[in-house]
């Protein structure tokens, strides 16, 4: 076998696709997600066409934002969109369903949520966990989402800013939410608020919405995308045009 054949089969990955170093880590098997212990199904993941109109819907509110009267650029390039479909048994499902079940105030939304990628395939199979959530001086030890992808994207922490980004795109059942007027924090909150399921937050004309219960997220997107504006603003400080 020739060096360079050598070479090529050592690039595949376990999928048989070449490895791509700018590609987040994603689940190995796109198809399908397993508990690596039960070996039973987790969820299935699923590469949305382009053309669909689900992902036109995802890219465009990614990529664009309203501002007063217009609509302009975020400066985000979407690059694929897979949607997660779990099991009717599995344990993510099962308990985000039940929160929805007891909730007396029903109030769900599309959050997004940005997260190291070595976290994606222990996310879709455990779920959220407050447990191992960073305590944070805003609203205290909760899971941080928000409806506006570009402030999810400033919790990106990969240094090479050339590199393919991962957003999820997340189911929340909110519940009862306590609305903080803006700018107020409440950083010593270990869960949520008595009387409440979840905090809502505006800082700096940004909104964040935080929850104290894993069982109330549920992923339904994995975003992968590039932020031209640091790619803009590498090239700017590199003199490159």
């Known amino acids: 076998m020739s060096d360079s054949t050598e ?3 050592r690039k595949m990955d376990d999928s048989g696709q070449s490895e791509n170093p700018k590609k987040p880590k994603l689940p190995s098997n796109f198809r399908y997600v397993h508990d690596p212990f039960t070996k039973k199904i987790i ?4 590469k949305i066409q382009p ?3 689900k992902y036109i819907e995802i890219a465009n509110t990614v990529e664009f934002k309203k501002n007063a009267n217009k609509v302009e650029k975020t400066g985000l390039k979407v690059h694929e969109v897979f949607i997660v479909t779990y099991s009717d048994v599995s344990k993510p ?11 007396k105030v ?4 599309l959050g997004f949520h940005v997260t190291d990628t070595t976290n994606t395939q222990p996310l879709l199979i455990q779920g959220f966990d407050q447990r191992l959530a960073r305590f944070r ?3 205290g030890r ?4 928000t409806d ?3 402030k999810a994207n400033l919790y990106w922490r990969v240094h090479n800013k050339r590199n393919l980004r991962m957003m999820l795109g997340v189911v929340l059942n909110l519940g009862k939410m306590k609305i903080y007027p803006p700018n107020v924090i409440d950083p010593k909150l270990l869960r949520e608020p008595e009387g409440y399921d979840s905090v809502k937050g505006q800082l700096l004309g940004k909104t964040e919405y935080v929850i104290y219960d894993g069982s109330r997220a549920n992923i339904r997107y994995i975003i992968t995308y590039r932020d031209e504006n640091t790619k803009k603003s590498l090239e700017k400080n590199l003199n490159i045009t």
Not at 93 to 103: G, H, L, M, P, Q
Request: glycine share 2%.
């Open 7 to 9: 070479n090529r089969k």
């Open 51 to 53: 053309k669909s109109p």
């Open 148 to 150: 506006d992808p570009l």
């Open 106 to 109: 029903k109030n769900r939304i």
């Open 137 to 139: 001086n805003r609203f």
């Open 93 to 103: 499902y099962t308990k985000f369903r039940d929160s929805v079940k007891e909730d």
């Open 142 to 145: 909760g899971l941080y989402f």
């Open 43 to 46: 969820c299935r993941v699923d």
